[in-house]
């Protein structure tokens, strides 16, 4: 309607780069609830035969994918992906999301996009000096960055890690769980 420029509606925020951060909220939402991010998430993820080898299953492919979708958003659109995982095969979810997590910001490291940090740094650059940051630029340092902070993760993980079971499988009897609750 021409009422008002986008530029200037988008004045108001800090950073022109939270608002992609929330439109790929919009866009990991809707990947979510129409089943897609599920269905296919089950089918790459396939049947783990270690810890570790669910570790890495899950590690590569979301560093991946945060380092060309804000990784905010990513980690929202596999966590529940993840967990439903994990309980069909058995793993501690303990073992598996902080795993998911850091994969996620050290992915995100290798492009302009994939961190809120470097959106928000970008801004700051394009406002101070008229030029920002080109979309690869960071990836001399982040994807080597990444590289061996997954592969410490995948080693170390199993001295790091909490074994922690859900409330209702230490129980005998989930009713009782469930009435001692009420």
Not at 35 to 49: A, E, R
Not at 78 to 90: C, F, G
Request: hydrophobic share 50%.
């Amino acid at each position: 309607t021409n009422v008002i420029q986008p530029k200037e509606a988008l004045e108001g925020f800090a950073n022109e780069g939270l608002i992609a951060v929330a439109v790929l909220f919009v866009v990991a939402e809707g990947l979510r609830q129409t089943g897609g991010v599920g269905y296919l998430g089950q089918k790459l993820l396939g049947q783990p035969k270690s810890k570790i080898s669910a570790q890495m299953r899950i590690m590569f492919p979301a560093a991946l994918m945060s380092a060309f979708m804000n990784n905010t958003p990513v980690v929202a659109m596999t966590l529940p992906v993840i967990s439903d995982w994990a309980k069909k095969h058995r793993i501690s979810v303990s073992h598996l999301m902080l795993p998911l997590s850091y994969s996620e910001i050290l992915g995100g490291l290798g492009t302009l996009v994939g961190t809120s940090t470097t959106l928000v740094v970008n801004g700051l650059l394009i406002n101070e000096t008229g030029q920002g940051l080109m979309m690869f630029e960071i990836a001399w340092i982040g994807v080597p960055a990444a590289v061996v902070g997954v592969l410490y993760i995948l080693c170390c993980a199993k001295w790091l890690l909490p074994e922690r079971m859900s409330a209702l499988t230490k129980l005998d009897d989930p009713r009782e769980y469930s009435v001692e609750m009420l």
